[in-house]
Each structure stands twice: as structure tokens, then as C-alpha cells.
């Protein structure tokens, strides 16, 4: 079984920063492609940042230059750098992984979603 659990949500001021985290867990072999996505109420999940197991990385237009994604592969984590932030950015901020488990069995795993509020 695996399992991803974000932390590091919360309320901050407009122009403030926070820092998500991801952990993944479980019978994991290999961590393939992390990523982030956000909702709002009545709205599609959207992607915010990407990457891949080698580091390369990809951004929603909407927050490019102020977010940064990173990873650190021998924790099986993934970080979300958010700066900048704007009243538009809050939402419930969810972690993604492409996992291969140690049953050679490639699946697509979400966490269970952190709420980011940000004041104007």
C-alpha cells in the first residue's frame, strides 16, 4: 500500500510565502513523476508544477517565478515553494505521484489534500 501525506498548508497575508511538503510511503520501488495540483470550490483540479524523477520541471503560467517545485528522491518527497502569494493561489493544494510499487505495478497516487488561505 502507499500513501502520500502533504503538510505545510495554512493561512498567510498576500505577498507571503509557504513552503508544502509530500511524503510518499508504502511498498515503493521507484517515485516517477511528483506534482501538484489545486481546487476551488466549483473548479477543475488544476496542475500547478511538475517533476520528474530527474528534476526537470514544468509550471501553470499562473504561478511561474514564484513557485518553486523540488524534490529530494532519497526521501521520497516533494516540495512546493510558494512566494509571492496571491488571493487567487488559495485552494486545497493536492500531492501527486506516478509510484511503481515493489510489485512492479505503475499507479497514479493522490494525498489527501492541504487547504492554503491567503488573505488580502
Known amino acids: 500500500q502507499v500513501q502520500l501525506m502533504e503538510s505545510g498548508g495554512g493561512l498567510v497575508q498576500a505577498g507571503g510565502s509557504l513552503r508544502l511538503s509530500c511524503v510518499a510511503s508504502g511498498s515503493i520501488l521507484r517515485v516517477n513523476t511528483m506534482a501538484w495540483y489545486r481546487q476551488t470550490p466549483g473548479k477543475q483540479r488544476e496542475v500547478v508544477a511538475t517533476i520528474t524523477s530527474g528534476y526537470s520541471t514544468n509550471y501553470a503560467d499562473s504561478v511561474k517565478g514564484r513557485f518553486t517545485i523540488s524534490r529530494d528522491n532519497a526521501k521520497n518527497t516533494v516540495y512546493l515553494q510558494m512566494n509571492s502569494l496571491k488571493p487567487e493561489d488559495a485552494a486545497v493544494y493536492y500531492c501527486?505521484?506516478?509510484?511503481?510499487?515493489?510489485?512492479?505495478?505503475?499507479?497514479?497516487?493522490w494525498g489527501q489534500g492541504t487547504q492554503v488561505t491567503v488573505s488580502s
Open positions: 501527486n505521484a506516478l509510484i511503481t510499487t515493489m510489485t512492479f505495478v505503475i499507479s497514479n497516487y
